[in-house]
């Protein structure tokens, strides 16, 4: 298939405000399949751009329902995930997120990344996470 015949979708929604010109979410048609890149998230924040919550459990929680709303606006869902990436900002973190990670993502088990960053882009965010899932048509 050539690049010029597939048909690329932004998935956006209104009820999410960014900060910048992006989607929220690729739908790339591929032919048989859909190949679906979401964009990184963070927790929810607040009117002051903090965090609504320190708690790093309940921040990956959060971030991990906003994923799954956003694949849900594009037809996917989180067992079509095929690839994650998580960013933490202290690794010490790692076994609460990655117990949480398997729960929502116990029937994908998808290839992953984790990596330690020094900082988010708001305020008091402990973790962001993007993945990539394929949906057959």
């Known amino acids: 298939m050539f690049l010029c015949n597939m048909k690329i979708e932004n998935i ?13 979410a690729k739908k790339v048609d591929m032919g048989s399949f859909y190949m679906i890149y979401v964009s990184g998230f963070q927790p929810p924040k607040n009117d002051t751009n903090e965090v609504i919550t320190k708690d790093v459990g309940e921040q990956t929680r959060l971030v991990f329902e906003e994923i799954s709303a956003v694949l849900n606006l594009a037809g996917s869902h ?32 998808p290839v992953s990344t984790m990596v330690e960053v020094n900082r988010m882009t708001r305020d008091g965010a402990k973790i962001e996470i993007e993945v990539t899932a394929i949906k057959e048509k």
């Open 12 to 24: 956006v929604s209104d009820n999410y405000k960014t900060r910048g010109k992006y989607s929220l």
């Open 78 to 109: 989180l067992d079509d995930v095929v690839k994650s990436v998580i960013y933490l900002t202290d690794m010490k973190d790692f076994d609460v997120v990655s117990s949480i990670r398997n729960e929502y993502f116990k029937n994908s088990m």
